[in-house]
C-alpha cells in the first residue's frame, strides 16, 4: 500500500532544474531514503512535500490527499512531520518543553486556549511527551534545559518533537549529520524501530551511505534533479552509474 506517491515533479529555480521529471511512490511502514550529492535536488523533493516549494508541474499525494492544495502548516495535521538537518530546538526550554512544541502544530487555536487553561490537558501532552522520550532513551533529561546538552541529546529532542504529532509518515532530514559513529550507529537502531514498533512510514535524505546502505528498505538516487537509480539497497550499491558517481570504493567495503 503506498502512503505517499509523487508524479512527473518539476522544480526550476531561476532556469535551474532542481527536480526534472521526479516520480515515485513510497510504501506504507518503509524506510525509503534519498541520496545524491550536494545540489541533486533532495532538500527541494523535502520542501515541496512540506509544502515549502511549489512545484511548476506534478503532483504530490500522501494518503490521497493533494498537498500542493494545502499549506504547509496543515501537513502535519494529514499525518506527516519533519526534522531538520539544522536544529530548531530552543535552547532556553527544557527538553519537555521543546518536544511539546510539536504537540501543539496539531492543535486548532481553541485546543491551544484549552490546554493553557486545563490541567488535565497539560498532563495528557506531558504523558505523550514523555512516552517519546523514553521510546529514545532520554526521558531522564525531561527537565533539563537544552542549551549545553550534548548535539546527539539534541538531535534526539527533534525527532522526538517530530514523533509527538503521532505521524504517519516522517521525514528526516540527514538525521546523523554532525554525529560520531557511535551516534550514527545509534540513530540507525532509532530509525528502524521507528519504523518497526510505532509503525510509521520514514523517508530519509542522507550522506552517511553505510547508514543509508543499513536502514533502507528502498533507495533512490537522485543527480542534478534526475532520478539516476531506485531499488533495494543491494540493488543501489551494485549500479553502474550509482558505483561510478557516488559511492566509488566505498560500495566495494
Not at 527544557?94 to 488535565?120: C, E, P, Y
Not at 509527538?164 to 560520531?180: H, Q, S, T, Y
Not at 530509525?191 to 536502514?215: A, F, K, P, Q, Y
Amino acid at each position: 500500500m503506498d502512503n505517499l506517491k509523487i508524479q512527473n515533479l518539476h522544480m526550476n529555480f531561476s532556469g535551474v532544474k532542481a527536480l526534472d521529471d521526479v516520480s515515485f511512490k513510497v510504501q506504507k511502514g518503509e524506510v525509503f531514503s534519498l541520496i545524491g550529492p550536494n545540489g541533486s535536488g533532495k532538500s527541494t523533493l523535502f520542501n515541496c512535500i512540506n509544502g515549502f516549494c511549489i512545484p511548476q508541474q506534478g503532483s504530490i499525494k500522501f494518503e490521497n490527499v493533494d498537498l500542493l492544495k494545502i499549506k504547509p502548516h496543515e501537513t502535519v495535521k494529514h499525518g506527516i512531520s519533519r526534522t531538520f538537518q539544522n536544529l530548531q530546538n530552543v535552547p532556553y526550554m527544557t527538553l519537555l518543553d521543546n518536544v511539546l512544541l510539536g504537540a501543539h502544530r496539531r492543535l486548532s487555536m481553541t485546543d491551544t486556549f484549552n490546554r493553557w487553561i486545563s490541567q488535565k490537558e497539560r498532563e495528557r501532552e506531558e504523558a505523550m511527551a514523555l512516552e517519546v522520550l523514553d521510546f529514545l532513551g532520554i526521558a531522564n533529561f525531561e527537565k533539563k534545559y537544552l542549551s549545553g546538552q550534548p548535539y546527539g541529546i539534541q538531535k534526539l529532542v527533534e525527532i522526538a518533537r517530530a514523533l509527538i504529532c503521532k505521524p504517519k509518515m516522517i521525514l528526516m532530514d540527514e538525521p546523523a549529520a554532525g554525529m560520531n559513529d557511535q551516534e550514527t550507529l545509534e540513530i540507525a537502531k532509532i530509525i528502524s524501530e521507528i519504523r518497526d514498533i510505532l509503525g510509521i512510514t520514514v523517508l530519509v535524505v542522507e550522506h552517511d551511505m553505510n547508514l543509508v546502505m543499513s536502514i533502507s528498505d528502498r533507495i533512490c538516487v537522485l543527480d542534478s534533479g534526475k532520478i539516476l537509480a531506485m531499488g533495494k539497497p543491494v540493488e543501489v550499491k551494485n549500479h553502474p552509474e550509482v558505483i561510478k558517481v557516488f559511492l566509488g570504493d566505498e560500495a566495494h567495503a
